[in-house]
Nanobody
Framework: QVQLVQSGGGSVQAGGSLSLSCAAT????????MGWFRQTPGKEREGVAS????????YYAESVKGRFTISQDNTENTVSLQMNSLKPEDTAMYYC????????????????????????WGRGTQVTVSS
């Protein structure tokens, strides 16, 4: 089982920036893509950004394009999310996720950023943006 340890997040005023980091340990060679998701009470987990570990292909939700940047450091097995120009509607619990040996055809599905494509999750980090 891949272990994902998250750090970062916190509280900021609208227009500010925060960053999140996720370190993957154990069985990392099987990870094919990683992503960041967010969730607010009563709502489904929403894909924010994803990255393919082998070639660095990146996908973003429309709501964060131009403001969030996902990146990876394969030597450290970490994925980061830089969040700029934050808005109150970005307030949520943010989760790191990894797809470990996903089912065939995953490459065609990774851009959809569906939560059920991922089988390993971090514990979540709260991001709060005040107006």
């Amino acid at each position: 089982q891949v272990q994902l340890v998250q750090s970062g997040g916190g509280s900021v005023q609208a227009g500010g920036s925060l960053s999140l980091s996720c370190a993957a340990t154990r069985y990392t060679l099987g990870i094919r893509h990683m992503g960041w998701f967010r969730q607010t009470p009563g709502k489904e987990r929403e894909g924010v950004a994803s990255i393919v570990t082998a070639d660095g292909a990146i996908y973003y939700a429309e709501s964060v394009k131009g403001r969030f940047t996902i990146s990876q450091d394969n030597t450290e097995n970490t994925v980061s999310l830089q969040m700029n120009s934050l808005k109150p509607e970005d307030t949520a619990m943010y989760y790191c996720a990894a797809a470990w040996l996903p089912s065939p055809g995953w490459r065609d599905r990774v851009s959809t950023m569906k939560a059920d494509e991922y089988n390993n999750w971090g514990r979540g980090t709260q991001v709060t943006v005040s107006s």
